[in-house]
């Protein structure tokens, strides 16, 4: 018994990780994904600067679901990295491309150079979002793990009909985000130019959104299982649905802060919908569900799911804390300095 | 196309590459909070021109660090699956810390670091600099303690039998401060000091040369030069407690290193090999040895023998030849780094470095060997511990993950030769263009619209 508490406290760490990661590296995909619709030197720049002091702090997140897995499932981190070869090395090579392009951008005066550096830096945002999107795409088909707990997949299943949507619906949600999240720190033209991307992009969102629910209550019935038991689960995509409006509406009446938040805790609920489908199935096996992956059967030891959660306990607090510092530093409009990006 | 062996090439090119750059952060990062405490006691705007050029090479350098270190620990799961089920109960946790108490510290305060100059206090920015150098020591602290749990394996126990084998924890403290750790994050603490101190040496040694902003470049030349040649003797005694810690708990290691295949006779004490040739066929080293010294040096007398590789089973001998000739390099390499320290000290004291162009130019060389003694220093004791990824618990062929294909492997390999290699000489480009330009003020990277004039 105290063993499972444990294990649900360890994949709701995992889980406000993903959520963490979701609402912080989505809005710095999401100025990547929009960055070419930026017209002129300037303008590109404001929008590196916007995630110029925060994108790596908020890239950790990544390393932090990657490490709880580690520690408190190892097995479906092995599982999941190995079975996902060439996915995670696609992934990796666009993690490294954001992260050099947006170092390397503005280091030197050449239009060439920051027209290129400004496309890599585009597509491989661009690729992470799909990517993640097709990850967890292919985490609701399920996948062929078998009883050695070990799934191998062809990159042609990886990019399935129903991945390829959720990769895409991803790439339109962080689109969404990280323009909300400009509106936040660009002013005059740009802002102005950026509002009227916005209403756009959450119609295209809620358009897939839409098309992917159906397509899944469909096909994964699974998803849907346990919210068509307890009824009450039902309040939880509706709610996120009224966060999205609200997005729109606070939009409208220019209160950007809000907006953000509202993204956010459309997110949040997105996620909820997920983990309500999947709970507790980490990793669900097509070829039977005994070999299916679960907090229950694919966890470490008490004794470390213990100190992981000592970790969470102090690191958490503290990571909040002296980042809530670091963001309110940077608040405010971006303004080109000589340290800029 | 054997996923193991493209396995293992892929998992020592990658971690080759990547060290470049977090020994640099971490040496850096010290350097930054001298200086920019100097401007601080002192008010020498000199000393804040200092920290804002190395600044955005520390930004560089990180930048890169962070980069390479996402392929290193999504290769533990992607390549590596079988050896991550084993161990992940054990250290898991200490990668956890790693995550939640180093990487957020170092990458959110850097943002203040780099871009906080006008938005916060000189001593609020100086806590952040702090705060960023802490962060990166700290990220040293749990990825060498999870390194040197696989050498010398406390506080565990192994659950369940055969492939479904796995070591879990018993004692949190047990396994971090396991017999090794506190030698080898030293060891590699300093290494890392090393490196920093001699990148600062090499570019502000440049700028002397070239007699460009002569008065600055004295400053880092002066903090460099001594602090490298301080942790170099500390490194001595480091290496010392080390090896002797290697020859305790992974004799064959030490066998190898050393090159020792036969166990002498009882008072009969082991000669060491200075330089040699290894024929691990006729199982002997030739070269020049010299009578009873390496005793002397891991048991302080020369009469007790060393285990010799006769007193490891064939089939748990690691390649013998390798692991003696990078042991043997990086030794040579700090040799080197010492007597050009020293020498470049000394002239800096007697103030005729600048007109000792030879010494200056060795300076600037330099700055390849600590990447020499790093590189050289973990082929040693990666390479020194097979066939065993967790010493005398799991080979590293039983890690491998079982559902890749050499394809793939080949595959991604490929991809990393090829992105590394660009990588690389962005690396070497932007960081020539900072040298070039020095520490001034008028920082002719800044905002030049380049599309002025155009559609």
Redesign the interface.
Known sequence: MELQIFQIIIYTIACAALFFYLILDGFDLGVGILHLFAK???ER?IFL?AI???W??N??W???I??????????V??????????P??I???G???R??S???R??????KW?SIWDIVFAVASILIAAAVGAVLGNLVVGLPVNE?G???LSIFRFFGPYQLLLGVTAVALFAMHGAVYLLMKTEDELQEKLKNWVKPAIIAFLALYLVLTVATIAFFPEMVATMNKYKFFYIVPVLGFVALLNVANMVAKERFGRAFISSCIAILFLVAVYVIGTFPVLIRSTISPEYSLTIFNSS??I??LK??TL??AI??P??IA??TY?YR??RGKVV?????Y | MDPLFLSRVQFALTSAFHYIYPPLSIGLGLFLVIIEGMYLKTGDEGYLKLTKFWAKIF??T???G???G??Q??G???????????????F??A???????A???E??????V???????SKESHYLSTILVCLGAHFSAIWIVVANSWMQTPTGYKI?GEG?QA?A???N?LEMALNPSSVDRLTHVILGCWITGALLVVSVSAYHILKKKHVDLAKRGLKIGLYGALAVLVLQLYSADVTARGVAKHQPAKLAAMEGVFKTNPEGEGTALTAIGYVDTKAEKVVGWKLPGLLSMLIYRNDKTPVPGLDQVPRDEWPNVQVVFQSYHLMIAAWGLMFVIAAVGAYKLKRKTIEKAPFVLWALILSVFLPHVANFTGWMTAEVGRQPWVVYKLLKTADGV????TGG?VA??IT?FVV?YTM?FA?FIF?LN?KIQLGPTDD?????????LG?K
């Open positions: 002129g030197d300037k720049r600067n110029g002091p925060v790596d702090g890239e950790v990544l390393v932090i990657g490490g709880v897995l580690f520690a408190g499932f190892p097995d981190f092995g599982t999941l990295f190995s079975g996902f070869y060439t995670v090395m992934l990796l090579a993690l490294i491309f992260a050099v947006i170092e390397v503005s280091k030197h005066p050449s239009p920051r050695d070990h799934f191998t470490s030891q004794l470390t100190y992981l970790i969470a690191g958490v503290l990571v002296y980042g670091i530093t940077f080109l300095t000589e340290h800029s | 930004g560089l990180f930048a890169l962070v980069a390479t996402l392929v620990v999504f533990f799961g992607s390549n590596w699956a079988n050896y991550s089920r084993y161990v992940g109960d054990v898991g946790s990668l956890g810390a790693e995550g939640v108490f990487f957020f510290l990458a959110g305060f850097l943002g203040v780099l871009f906080g100059w006008d938005r916060v659950i492939a796995r879990v924890v018993t949190f993950s079982p559902n890749i793939q595959g991604s991809m992105i990588l962005v932007l263009n920082d002719a990277s800044v905002y030049r619209d380049p599309y155009k």
